[in-house]
């Protein structure tokens, strides 16, 4: 996964709000995730796929830190949420 | 000493949870019907395969097949067959007594057949606190039921013993079905909790000697409602290192994990529920009730402790954000 990746949630991934938490479930695996405000922020950017590079614009605009520390924060956050199938990649941005 | 189970063919009406029930075994813990109308669930006694073919999931106890149907067999007691919700085969062991049956339909088959009709059974007895649901959850031989006396003693309604059956998809936030108002206690429980208690209840049943259970049936008008708001989940644990008890909020991941690991016969009841289904009620009832660990030193030796704590911990449970 690389900045010009394009990712997308998973179809099978459900999700509720609870007590300000944002809780997911990927209905196949039946595994469980928990998402911190960060990760949350990320969920609700990948509303529709995205590049990764466009996400990482988009944090820049929410949260303090240099461009490169975001991306590499935020593919750590993606490779995380890929291990657990919560999102997927698609076919690369050109 | 109690004849052992003889299949008459005769079924007797009673209500259950608000369904029309007709039963062979009878069940002096419901309250019998009179509306002459239609069942929607059966109890009888027939027989029981020894085995589901295909099951997706098998535990000592308990398993379950690929179309929902779920078996439970125990040892000197008898098998039981759950299928569609709305029926409970009961095939009993030689020379088991009809209270035995009885102690493992409601502690067993009853969760399986809630489940099989839509609703979330919590391994967990509920008491009232001013017109809403309290679910004392926990392990086995925590004292759930111990403190679900304790707690009644002092005016709270039972709502549930074992099994807390709970419509997650009540339009106004999860819900509470009161269930046959019962509490099984063990020997030492029922020794220990019954001296002063003045609710009116029959005199203690012993439902199996060789495990020192007794059953206390509870002798009060049914709630108003068919249904009690659920206010808090209270999980009880032990930590023999805590010098008095303490609570614990659970919230968003934890609340979801904590209901999910006390439902009623876990491992079985996974395999009763679509994923999606599951998350959903799972999700619902944490985001709308309180969730909380409570944990002492010890149950019985502090009841009165506990119970007091309980009281005031649920006055100080957080309402949903």
Same mark, same amino acid.
């Given at each position: 996964?690389?900045?010009?990746?394009?990712?997308?949630? $998973?179809?099978?991934?459900?999700? %509720? =709000?609870?007590?300000? =938490?944002?809780?997911?479930?990927?209905?196949?695996?039946?595994?469980?995730?928990?998402?911190?405000?960060?990760?949350?922020?990320?969920?609700?950017?990948?509303?529709?796929?995205?590049?990764?590079? =466009?996400? $990482?614009?988009?944090? %820049?605009?929410?949260?303090?830190?240099?461009?490169?520390?975001?991306?590499?924060?935020?593919?750590?956050?993606?490779?995380?949420?890929?291990?657990?199938?919560?999102?997927?990649?698609?076919?690369?941005? %050109? | 000493?109690?004849?052992?189970?003889?299949?008459?063919? @005769?079924? @007797?009406?009673?209500?259950?949870?608000?369904?029309?029930?007709?039963?062979?075994?009878?069940?002096?813990?419901?309250?019998?019907?009179?509306?002459?109308?239609?069942? /929607?669930?059966?109890?009888?006694?027939?027989?029981?395969?020894?085995?589901?073919?295909?099951?997706?999931?098998?535990?000592?106890?308990?398993?379950?097949?690929?179309?929902?149907?779920?078996?439970?067999?125990?040892?000197?007691?008898?098998?039981?067959?759950?299928?569609?919700?709305?029926?409970? &085969?009961?095939?009993?062991?030689?020379?088991?007594?009809?209270?035995?049956?009885?102690?493992?339909?409601?502690?067993?088959?009853?969760?399986?057949?809630?489940?099989?009709?839509? #609703?979330?059974?919590?391994?967990?007895? *509920? !008491?009232?606190?001013?017109?809403?649901?309290?679910?004392?959850?926990?392990?086995?031989?925590?004292?759930?039921?111990?403190?679900? #006396?304790?707690?009644?003693?002092?005016?709270?309604?039972?709502?549930?013993?074992?099994?807390?059956?709970?419509?997650?998809?009540?339009?106004?936030?999860?819900?509470? !079905?009161?269930?046959?108002?019962?509490?099984?206690?063990?020997?030492?429980?029922?020794?220990?909790?019954?001296?002063?208690?003045?609710?009116?209840?029959?005199?203690?049943? *012993?439902?199996?000697?060789?495990?020192?259970?007794?059953?206390?049936?509870?002798?009060?008008?049914?709630?108003?409602?068919?249904? &009690?708001?659920?206010?808090?989940?209270?999980?009880?644990?032990?930590?023999?290192?805590?010098?008095?008890?303490?609570?614990?909020?659970? +919230?968003? &991941?934890?609340? !979801?994990? &904590?209901?999910?690991? @006390?439902?009623?016969? +876990?491992?079985?009841?996974?395999?009763?529920?679509?994923?999606?289904?599951?998350?959903?009620?799972?999700? +619902?009832?944490?985001?709308?009730?309180?969730? /909380?660990?409570?944990?002492?030193?010890?149950?019985?030796?502090?009841?009165?402790?506990?119970?007091?704590?309980?009281?005031?911990?649920?006055?100080?449970?957080?309402?949903?954000?």
């Amino acid at each position: 996964m690389d900045i010009s990746s394009k990712i997308r949630r $998973c179809a099978k991934v459900l999700e %509720a =709000e609870i007590d300000g =938490e944002v809780v997911l479930m990927n209905s196949v695996s039946g595994s469980y995730c928990g998402l911190d405000d960060i990760g949350a922020e990320v969920w609700r950017q990948l509303a529709q796929p995205a590049a990764v590079g =466009e996400l $990482c614009t988009a944090l %820049a605009g929410v949260y303090d830190g240099d461009r490169a520390t975001i991306e590499r924060e935020t593919i750590a956050l993606l490779q995380q949420m890929a291990s657990q199938q919560l999102i997927e990649q698609t076919a690369a941005s %050109a | 000493m109690t004849p052992s189970v003889t299949a008459t063919g @005769q079924t @007797q009406p009673y209500w259950l949870c608000g369904w029309r029930l007709i039963s062979e075994p009878e069940l002096p813990e419901l309250n019998h019907r009179d509306d002459g109308l239609a069942p /929607e669930i059966s109890i009888r006694f027939a027989e029981v395969p020894e085995i589901l073919e295909d099951p997706v999931v098998r535990t000592p106890f308990c398993s379950v097949s690929k179309d929902g149907r779920a078996l439970i067999t125990i040892a000197a007691v008898g098998r039981f067959l759950i299928r569609n919700g709305t029926e409970i &085969l009961v095939q009993p062991a030689q020379s088991a007594q009809p209270s035995a049956i009885r102690l493992f339909l409601w502690d067993m088959a009853f969760g399986i057949l809630c489940r099989q009709r839509g #609703f979330f059974p919590l391994h967990a007895s *509920c !008491v009232e606190f001013d017109g809403e649901a309290v679910a004392l959850a926990g392990h086995s031989a925590m004292g759930k039921s111990t403190l679900a #006396f304790s707690l009644a003693a002092r005016g709270h309604r039972v709502l549930a013993d074992n099994v807390t059956v709970i419509d997650a998809s009540a339009p106004h936030g999860p819900a509470v !079905v009161p269930a046959p108002s019962f509490l099984n206690l063990w020997r030492d429980s029922l020794n220990n909790a019954e001296a002063g208690v003045a609710f009116p209840h029959d005199h203690p049943e *012993c439902m199996r000697p060789e495990m020192g259970k007794y059953q206390i049936r509870i002798r009060e008008a049914p709630p108003a409602r068919p249904a &009690l708001p659920l206010r808090a989940v209270l999980t009880l644990e032990f930590d023999t290192m805590a010098h008095q008890p303490r609570r614990e909020t659970l +919230r968003g &991941l934890e609340a !979801v994990r &904590l209901l999910t690991s @006390q439902m009623s016969l +876990r491992r079985a009841m996974v395999a009763l529920w679509e994923n999606d289904i599951l998350f959903q009620h799972s999700s +619902r009832i944490a985001a709308n009730a309180c969730i /909380e660990r409570l944990i002492s030193r010890a149950a019985f030796p502090e009841l009165e402790t506990l119970t007091s704590f309980v009281e005031t911990s649920v006055t100080r449970c957080p309402l949903p954000a």
